[in-house]
């Protein structure tokens, strides 16, 4: 964390905030460090990029691989060229648009676009060379949107840091931060029905287009590639490292999560968090009937906030669609005992930041975010009442429960509790 970075942030949230800021961003130092090792260790298969090139799909949409330009800087510009025309997948068309903003560059490529899909890229950025080819492995499911996995790379200290291993698709998480962002490829139909890319949001244009994406598809139709096919480039001039210097897109970011629920109805406020383009919706309807929800707490767990469950059931009043919000418990010392439970990339359910500080906001600040969970602690939940039926003794048997009845489940880590 650099010291215009610090000091913003000091002036943003003061000192205490700050020190667990540094603490996080130290451990994301460390981590970094092991990854820079991992990459710069690495080698390309070469017989598996072989066969890859050689495979023939049942379905093999045309990409349209789209780039925004503004005076790019040539070698940066020649490597992002070369790791397009390295693709093992040969079915794209590679489009560039200049002339204009960020959103009339690209709204400029896509109307010459021809193929089935685009897919969105950045004038220094670069990506892998099987990236198109997991990206139609998706397609061929039946999916509309597909993202990927992504991280940074340092030309000035030459070193990659940042990995970003994504969740599934997340709408809490995405009412929160553009945490899909690269490598982003969409439906080029999707696209034209909601109408391309919007200027008035530019700097949050790709959140923007994604919230409006989103909005028409099922979820079996998002896909999540568990792959860092995708690598956002730092050098001098870029603001990929330091996101203070986009305070115009933090606001841009905020319009469009706002754009959106405004179609749902409902009192709300989106809110940035003390970290920079990171929003928090709350919401500020009434709860009409407090007896249409239910909380179950364990022995000895008690809130840290007296309007715990009053702002839980107001979120399960706005979400119909939501059958569960959990809250975070922690022990005396502040480290998390239960933050709910997730199914990685290879189908393994694992606890949520078990153990850790409850006041430092984990990688990409993802702690500190409404998410949703696979499972949750029957220990610190409210449900609604008509699924009362699936409460169980068993966390797993009642989370399955909820979610085969067709509702989300949903960790608020802001709603503390504590096990004395």
Known sequence: MNTKRLTDYI??????????????????????????????S???????????????????????????TYKPENRYFREMLRSVKAQTYGRYELLLGNGGGISEN?????????????????????????????????INTGARLIYTDEDKYDSRKDRYLRPFRK??????????????????????????????????????????????????????QIAHIGRILYHWRIHDGSTAGDPAEKSYAHTAGKRAIEDLLKKKG?????????????????????????????MHLGNGIRPLGKDNEREMAKFLE???????????VIDRR????????????????APLYLGRDYRMSGEFHMASLRQEVDIISNQCVMIRSKLKGCMSTDSVKMSRRIWGKGYRIVMDPKMVYIKK
């Open 11 to 40: 002036g943003r949230n003061g000192l205490v905030r700050a020190w667990y800021a540094v603490r996080q961003h130290l451990a994301d130092g460390k981590t970094d460090r092991e990854y820079d090792r991992q990459m710069k």
């Open 42 to 68: 690495r080698t390309l298969d070469e017989r598996r990029l072989e066969r890859q090139r050689r495979t023939r799909f049942p379905y093999e949409p045309l990409i349209s691989v789209i780039v925004p």
């Open 106 to 138: 690209t709204n400029a490529a896509l109307s010459e676009a021809r193929g089935d899909y685009v897919a969105f890229l950045d004038q220094d950025d670069i990506i892998e060379p099987d990236a198109l080819f997991h990206i139609v492995e998706e």
């Open 167 to 220: 969740p599934d698709f997340d709408r809490e998480l995405l009412l929160s931060n553009n945490y899909i962002c690269h490598f982003l490829v969409v439906d080029r139909e999707l696209v034209q029905e909601v109408g391309g890319l919007r200027s008035e949001y530019d700097g949050a244009q790709d959140h923007d287009l994604i919230l409006r994406c989103v909005d028409r598809l099922e979820r079996s």
């Open 266 to 294: 409902g009192g709300f406020e989106v809110c940035e968090t003390e970290h920079r383009g990171f929003y928090r919706v709350e919401y500020g309807c009434e709860v009409k009937d407090p007896s249409l929800y239910e």
């Open 318 to 328: 706005a979400n119909p669609d939501v059958g569960a919000i959990g809250g975070r």
């Open 334 to 349: 502040g480290r998390i005992l239960s933050n709910g439970y997730r199914r990685d990339v290879e189908g393994n359910i």
